[in-house]
């Protein structure tokens, strides 16, 4: 008995260490599988063959799927912001826009679970309007502008955006129609909307 124990000690020293993986290794994992397939794709069993080891580590990191899911939509708001932050634009509004498209053309099924479904992770519409509506409120010209009539302004943007996001996100838009075209015909739309509500102060 003790030289079979003697025996296998040598061989389980010879043994590779098991790799160990990190709260961000798993995140990392999770977010590439939602890129493809969507948040609802993650679940353990696919983390860890993702990552080529047993369930062990994602529940030692995360106590249940969902908080891992919350840890990915996290990671995706951090890319957003990272987006809008190397985004170029005249003022806030051009920048959001312009990275809006950006976002729906280069990460399609992440717009689609963000921003055309009932999400439990992301702030309610209500808190991110009036923030935007305090945002714009250091523009110069929509500086001009009520703060109910920078909320509604921003609601009607928004309208427009999410429909021309939609498009490109699901290839509908027409063939023509290029980023570039595409940022300015969203820049245009914002631009008349800005006018019109102008219009009505005077």
Known sequence: MYIAGKSFDKERKNMPPKAKFSRE?????????????????????????????????????????DALTGAV??????????ILARTEGRDLFEKIGRASLAF??????????LVLRPNP?????????ERMADALGE????????????????LKMQIFQTGLQAMIANGLSPSWLAQEEAEELLLETGKELLEARLKNIH
């Open 139 to 154: 523009d110069r010209e929509m500086g001009r502008l009520s703060f109910e009539d920078r909320r509604r302004l921003f």
């Open 73 to 82: 939509v996290q990671r995706i708001q951090s890319l957003s912001a990272r």
């Open 121 to 129: 992770y992301l702030e309610p519409f209500e808190k991110v309007h």
């Open 104 to 113: 729906a053309r280069d990460y399609p099924v992440f717009f689609r679970d």
């Open 25 to 65: 290794d798993i995140i990392e994992s999770a977010f590439n599988i939602a890129a493809v397939e969507g948040l609802d794709a993650i679940s353990a069993r696919k983390v860890a063959g993702a990552l080529g080891c047993s369930v062990a580590p994602i529940y030692v990191n995360f106590e249940t799927i």
